[in-house]
């Protein structure tokens, strides 16, 4: 059973910081960590990814928050990080992770957390 959560969202006004995170529980079963993102939705439109890493490294950003948001990961624990910074109000959305894993052997499998708010006023 996987289980992911993320927390962090709040209110805040244009310009501001916010940190995200992500756990992704495994219930003491072992797997392998494929990679973690985090993803966005903003209300009437499509979810849109807004960073990525991957178990190489390999870390993409969306070019809407390119040089404002940065990602991070302590694999050991499954967790993801996303520090937000210089925030507008289009960042305003529903911010989700998910965590991509697999059991010993297996295909990588992704998995969703509820998501957490994000507002960002003017």
């Known amino acids: 059973q996987v289980q992911v959560v993320e927390s962090g969202g709040d209110s805040v006004q244009v310009g501001g910081s916010l940190k995200l995170s992500c756990a992704a529980s495994?219930?003491?079963?072992?797997?392998?960590?494929?990679?973690m993102a985090w993803f966005r939705q903003a209300p009437g439109k499509e979810r849109e990814l807004v960073s990525d890493?991957?178990?190489?490294?390999?870390?993409t950003y969306a070019d809407s928050v390119k040089g404002r948001f940065t990602i991070s990961q302590d694999n050991a624990e499954n967790t993801l990080y996303i520090q937000m910074k210089s925030l507008k109000t289009e960042d305003t959305a529903v911010y989700y992770c998910?965590?991509?894993?697999?059991?010993?052997?297996?295909?990588?499998?992704?998995?969703w957390g509820q998501g957490t708010q994000v507002s960002v006023s003017s």
């Open positions: 890493i991957r178990s190489d490294g390999t870390i």
């Open positions: 495994t219930s003491g079963d072992i797997f392998r960590n494929c990679g």
């Open positions: 998910a965590a991509d894993l697999a059991r010993l052997g297996g295909l990588c499998h992704r998995y």
